[in-house]
């Protein structure tokens, strides 16, 4: 039994027992809003849509110190254009059909039956500002979900669990400001959620990364779209400093690989010269072990270069008065880098195959909360 004391951490790889598999299936209840105890939630969606529109769309919860607050979150880059984020307070969430549909102000999020279609509409934008954001999107899970053993990575007391349906394809529709958009693409949907926990106190440092494309120099009536992410994060030194890792590769929309081990070295560091008074990496290596789903060892290495900045978000500055008083009195600056890479490359081995490329985009996200 896990020892409900324990001042470390211990991940959900770490867990499982011996012959048993390290990567499970995510059903649709793990899917499901929780909002229990101390601690925060969200339900995300990323897309790479093929007019070159990248971001996110996002629910938030959080309880701390006997406060609840409910935001949503999104972000719309189209080529040629600024990019835009946008962070509204949502007000009364609401959850219907056993977790199946949720709603607050300017943002809902409906899964059919079956949990193979999510729609989704954003209006808080809009609603606030003619100039701001509204879309609706269409998201239909083409993949089957996946977790790290039973998701859940133990820190000091808490626990910090992600679900994945790493890749479905997504129509979307919308409008920036003045400038309208329809579209369609791919989509990463990510249920986070924390209990007993602080947010802050569960990551340091984070790494995340979402990138699609497809093989390099396969035939052009061969190049099936390919997704591949991560999500990294290194634990408080005070519970260990433990790096947590979870990582997705697919392929035609079928999930193909996934890996429990990613190591992250940053290179190249530069002041940031937007004003945070961090140093950021021009050059992050992801370095990523697991398995095929069929059982074959595979590694993925990610040389990459998110050059391209597209927000920076001041974690303080977004927050709510009573809860960025007690965030401020634990952490000094909490940022957030939104960055792109256009010309993004991975190396992907396989046992027992050719090695081979995957080359197309990638959207970046680094976040230090120090």
């Not at 093929?50 to 607050?69: P, R």
């Not at 497809?214 to 052009?220: F, L, V």
């Not at 697919?250 to 940053?266: G, I, M, Q, R, Y």
């Not at 990610?302 to 008083?325: C, K, N, Q, T, W």
Request: overall charge negative; glycine content about 8%; hydrophobic content about 35%.
């Amino acid at each position: 039994m896990l020892n409900k004391m324990h001042k470390k951490t211990l991940t959900a790889a770490s867990l499982v027992h011996d012959g048993q598999p390290i990567a499970t299936q995510a059903v649709p209840k793990d899917f499901a809003w929780l909002r229990d105890s101390t601690g925060s939630e969200t339900q995300t969606m990323y897309f790479h849509l093929d007019n070159g529109c990248v971001g996110f769309v996002q629910i938030a919860w959080a309880y701390l110190a006997l406060t609840t607050t409910i935001e949503t979150n999104a972000m719309f880059y189209v080529p040629g254009h600024p990019c835009v984020f946008e962070t509204h307070n949502g007000h009364n969430l609401k959850v219907k059909k056993d977790s199946y549909e949720y709603e607050c102000k300017g943002l809902s999020m409906s899964w059919d039956k079956d949990h193979t279609r999510l729609s989704v509409k954003y209006t808080a934008g809009k609603e606030r500002d003619p100039k701001g954001v509204a879309a609706s999107f269409e998201f239909v899970r083409k993949s089957e979900g996946y977790k790290i053993g039973d998701a859940k990575n133990h820190i000091a007391e808490g626990t910090a669990a992600h679900y994945f349906y790493p890749a479905g394809e997504v129509t979307a529709k919308g409008e920036i400001g003045t400038v309208k958009f329809e579209s369609s693409g791919v989509a990463l949907f990510i249920h986070a959620h924390s209990g007993n926990i602080m947010p802050y106190n569960v990551g340091a440092e984070w790494n995340m990364n979402f990138f699609t494309g497809h093989r390099e120099g396969a035939p052009k009536e061969d190049k099936d779209r390919v997704t591949f992410h991560i999500l990294q994060y290194r634990t408080p030194d005070n519970v260990g400093a433990v790096n947590c890792s979870n990582a997705g590769l697919t392929e035609d929309n079928s999930l193909k690989a996934v890996f429990w081990n990613t190591t992250v070295e940053h290179f190249e560091m530069v002041k940031d010269e937007n004003g945070s008074g961090y140093e950021i990496p021009r050059r992050v290596l992801f370095t990523s072990t697991g398995k095929t789903v069929d059982g074959k060892n595979i590694k993925a290495v990610f040389d990459a270069r998110p050059s391209l900045r597209l927000h920076d978000i001041d974690v303080l500055g977004e927050m709510p008065y009573v809860i960025r008083r007690i965030v401020q009195a634990l952490i000094t600056k909490p940022f957030i880098f939104e960055r792109f890479e256009e010309n993004a490359k991975i190396s992907v081995e396989i046992e027992g195959e050719e090695p081979y490329n995957i080359v197309g985009v990638a959207f970046h996200e680094h976040t230090l909360m120090k």
